[in-house]
């Protein structure tokens, strides 16, 4: 592993919500990240399957850390997904972020989300901007 | 409180999602939904501000509860939320939800996400499908 | 070519708006389409690019008639584009529109907007509504 | 009219599609712009309503223009629209964009589109990067 790839994956544990949903990023390069998040009774909505923002929680964090792989801290512009289906009788939802475009400022990257099934749940976009900050610099 | 408020307001406990997110609705008729969530260390971000997973959720639930005043369940069809500052400083972050159309199938809702001192931090827009299914039926 | 292939392609010069930006279905099944718009100076915004608003015109209509191969009349119920590339020096514009979910009610269809080399120049989601409508009915 | 606002209103002739959508700003300031645009046969879809690409050309112009008043020119980074309701039976299509946020790099505008008896027909947000190309440089 790299030392960016090893400095990305490291901010990770360092958010609070993020170890509380359980997310862990099990495939990363510059073009791709797969991450993937247990579906447990705390995350379900009134209806009793997952609430959207943890699906989008999970989109945007996975999604994220594909940005970061530029090399720079970045901060969500924009996102926005659509629901498909809704996720229930799944261990895991499985997210897949796949880079747009890596401009010199402005990074946009496509989400999908599955069940262990590998049946489609959501898809959507995000974009992201890039801070300056050099993730790397230490 | 009429009794189709009363049980939107009562489906929102069932959600343990909602409820470790401390979500709370404060206003509620048919056009206006009003909600806010504390902000405390464990909603963070690897960037010490509030994990944008967390704003989606609290839009998502605030304009759901909105739309759930049509008189029948509704699944989320899809959100898109624009990040504009961080939430940070802040003791809690508020949601007003703003009816923009309310039809026969599809409802569209208006959030604007601020801090305590009223300084605008998201806003977006989320749409909603009625499944049929009457929320006071018993 | 079946008929309802036959009936939805024949909807498309229908549209005074459709014929005057030039559009054209090259490929159409229940799960792809793909059209295209020419380049010409009259679509050009105030940089001397593709206006946005044909751009948007190309995608909604592509997808929309992807949509249409569900059989039913369908309405826009939202769409977003994210804008990658501007579009400049190609003699075309093409939109391939893939479907992502086609439901009893709601189909949401992912697009991408290419240049004649290949480059992507834009992404997006759109949902439509089915409308009971049936295009084969007479 | 100071000179960038006589500058930013300049532009728009310089783009053959605003001239032929007929596209007109009545109100500008650096907090909200507001357009119309006629609603002639040319601009119907199949169903014989507008076109969701000129409404969201309509909605791309108006907003651009409000962002064109931080003094730089804009690209739209994203943009999306929620179709309410369609547009028939009016003379024109009006646009109100606002500013939700004007920042150093990203400007993010509400719009919102009605027909002459002010029904809204359709809502949404664009966001747009600022090139760093000043407007009023000569």
């Not at 994220?64 to 901060?75: C, D, F, H, K, P």
């Not at 261990?91 to 897949?96: A, L, R």
């Not at 796949?98 to 976009?125: F, N, P, Q, W, Y």
Request: proline share 4%.
């Amino acid at each position: 592993m790299d030392s960016l790839t090893e400095k990305v994956l490291g901010m990770l544990p360092e958010s609070p919500f993020i170890r509380y949903l359980g997310i862990e990023i099990i495939e990363l390069d510059e073009e791709h990240a797969r991450g993937r998040m247990p579906f447990t009774d705390r995350y379900k909505n009134p209806y009793g399957t997952m609430h959207g923002g943890c699906l989008y929680a999970l989109a945007d964090t996975v999604a994220g850390t594909l940005a970061n792989m530029s090399g720079e801290a970045v901060t969500t512009v924009e996102g926005g997904i659509h629901f498909l289906e809704p996720a229930a009788d799944t261990d895991y939802v499985y997210c897949d972020a796949k880079m747009k475009r890596s401009g010199k400022h402005l990074i946009t990257v496509e989400v999908e989300l599955k069940d262990d099934a590998g049946k489609l749940l959501d898809c959507g976009c995000l974009s992201f901007f890039r801070t300056g900050y050099k993730l790397d610099k230490d």
